[in-house]
């Protein structure tokens, strides 16, 4: 469970301000997952856009093709890619997270805020703030599209960039609400060091994450699959976190589910899933989490079993 980050006797004068800071930059996120609330995926990439605009960060569109599919009405993707740092030799860090809703059984686009709005919005955060900070890797941003039919971002991009090492890759995906943070897959060889950089990221934001052996499938297993060492990053309230934990790793799952469907599979892929259901606050709480684990990476990837 997260515990308080600065005593509020420490603080002293500075606390009014700081507040406010903070409840700047937390309303400010929400209106962000807001924007792309919107009806469609190629919508949704285009508020991404608008946005890193507005920040000031410079992408690039990488763009894919793939099959007519009689159940999805595009045949286009975008990846879109923020790329940071120069020092492509130390090899790159990736960070990505899925930008596309998924399509409901009435023919209506899901709002996708959970899943997955709120993880780019922290993104578009994490790009702005690492922009302007020395980095020695050279350090990708990258946000998927086509994730919902397959993981089809994901695994155009490491087959695009196969000619670039990849030191390490980060995904984060249902990062909406809840105050515990849970990452993996743990079980899954080659990622050892990037798991235990993000162990040393929890201590250093004063959380108690939660590891997973097993992992909810995700853009991590895009990299999983070409040898790349990665970790998958989501947060969710305790009680969830223990039923989905108990859904992929208790003797009973995956696939028997011995503790029911969790919680969180009864929200994603509903109609429910706007931005009423989203705390800036867990969003908050994972953009610190990660921009430590990020910076602790660029410091220096270890080689781990």
């Known amino acids: 469970m997260p515990r308080i980050l600065l005593a509020a006797a420490a603080c002293g004068l500075l606390c009014p301000w700081a507040a406010a800071q903070d409840a700047a930059r937390l309303d400010a996120m929400l209106a962000d997952v807001r924007r792309m609330e919107v009806d469609s995926n190629d919508g949704r990439g285009d508020a991404l856009m608008r946005i890193l605009e507005e920040r000031g960060v410079p992408y690039a569109v990488e763009s894919f093709e793939i099959e007519p599919r009689a159940d999805y009405p595009r045949t286009v993707g975008r990846n879109i890619v923020v790329t940071l740092g120069a020092d492509a030799d130390a090899g790159d860090i990736v960070v990505g997270a899925h930008y596309d809703a998924v399509w409901l059984g009435d023919g209506a686009l899901s709002r996708g805020a959970v899943d997955n709005a709120a993880s780019s919005v922290i993104l578009v955060w994490l790009a702005e703030t690492l922009s302007m900070e020395p980095l020695k890797h050279r350090v990708r941003i990258v946000f998927f599209d086509m994730e919902e039919i397959g993981l089809v971002g994901s695994r155009e991009f490491v087959r695009r960039h196969a000619d670039a090492p990849i030191a390490a890759a980060v995904n984060l995906d249902v990062n909406g609400y809840g105050d515990t943070v ?124």
């Open 182 to 305: 849970f990452f993996g897959p743990t079980a899954s060889g080659g990622n050892g060091g990037v798991h235990a950089a993000m162990r040393q990221a929890c201590t250093e934001v004063e959380l108690e994450c939660v590891e997973f052996p097993r992992y909810p499938a995700s853009d991590y297993l895009s990299f999983q699959r070409a040898g790349v060492p990665n970790v998958s990053v989501s947060v969710l309230p305790s009680n969830e976190a223990e039923e989905m934990y108990a859904a992929y790793n208790d003797a009973a799952g995956p696939g028997g589910r011995g503790g029911g469907v969790p919680a969180l599979f009864r929200l994603i892929h509903t109609a429910r899933d706007t931005s009423e259901s989203v705390d800036a606050a867990a969003m908050d709480t994972v953009y610190r989490t990660v921009l430590a684990l990020l910076r602790r990476l660029d410091a220096g990837v270890e080689s781990a079993p």
